[in-house]
């Protein structure tokens, strides 16, 4: 079965189990917390992806780790993949967990693309207009590509909206070469 299959499935199980307890925000930002901390540290993905390193060792390095910072049944829940033999699947599972939590909360993530950084009114201003067409709530990042000249692409989901000049110049051009000009 693939890695993504069963960190869905591991994700889908932790947030029946917050639902259930009615804790399933407080759950969200602690489980963004531990993602963080995972993917800033490479190292502590090795560590949980080698197979030789014993489960009694990987229990002590998550419980040292996030004793005081998670809820019990998020530390009880990581222990069992652990004891499963699924500790590499931790972080893969916090990213399937965030992803089910916006698709469970009806949130979309969006991305603009623009040639210089947009400023924060720009952002709240496009986030206001994507979520009123989508009909749904937006989380909206910035990345900044110079070589767009100016304006912008907006990618949401897999449709994307393509503002920018060089995105205009590439149209042109292939419009002119299929004139035969």
């Given at each position: 079965?693939?890695?993504?299959?069963?960190?869905?499935?591991?994700?889908?199980?932790?947030?029946?189990?917050?639902?259930?307890?009615?804790?399933l925000?407080?759950v969200?930002?602690?489980?963004?917390?531990?993602?963080?901390?995972?993917?800033?540290s490479?190292?502590?993905?090795?560590?949980?992806?080698?197979p030789?390193?014993?489960?009694?060792?990987?229990?002590?390095?998550?419980?040292?780790?996030?004793?005081?910072?998670?809820r019990?049944?998020?530390?009880?829940f990581?222990?069992?993949?652990?004891?499963?033999?699924?500790?590499?699947?931790?972080?893969?599972?916090?990213?399937?967990?965030?992803?089910?939590y916006n698709?469970?909360k009806?949130?979309?993530?969006?991305?603009?693309?623009?040639?210089?950084?947009?400023?924060?009114?720009?952002?709240?201003?496009?986030?206001?207009?994507?979520?009123?067409?989508?009909?749904?709530?937006?989380?909206l990042?910035?990345?900044?590509?110079?070589?767009?000249?100016?304006?912008?692409?907006?990618?949401?989901?897999?449709?994307?909206?393509?503002?920018s000049?060089?995105?205009?110049?590439?149209?042109?051009?292939?419009?002119?070469?299929?004139?035969?000009?």
């Amino acid at each position: 079965m693939s890695v993504f299959k069963v960190a869905s499935r591991y994700a889908k199980s932790l947030i029946d189990l917050a639902k259930e307890q009615g804790h399933l925000e407080e759950v969200k930002h602690e489980i963004e917390q531990v993602a963080a901390v995972l993917k800033a540290s490479t190292e502590l993905q090795a560590v949980l992806n080698n197979p030789i390193i014993k489960i009694d060792k990987k229990g002590s390095i998550i419980t040292a780790l996030f004793q005081d910072k998670v809820r019990p049944e998020i530390l009880s829940f990581f222990h069992i993949m652990i004891r499963k033999g699924r500790s590499g699947l931790i972080y893969p599972t916090t990213l399937e967990f965030i992803r089910a939590y916006n698709e469970v909360k009806g949130i979309v993530k969006a991305e603009v693309t623009s040639a210089s950084p947009m400023s924060p009114a720009n952002l709240e201003s496009l986030q206001a207009t994507l979520a009123e067409q989508i009909k749904a709530d937006i989380i909206l990042s910035n990345k900044v590509d110079e070589s767009l000249i100016g304006g912008f692409v907006v990618t949401v989901g897999d449709k994307q909206i393509d503002a920018s000049i060089a995105g205009k110049l590439n149209k042109l051009e292939r419009y002119f070469s299929n004139q035969g000009i």
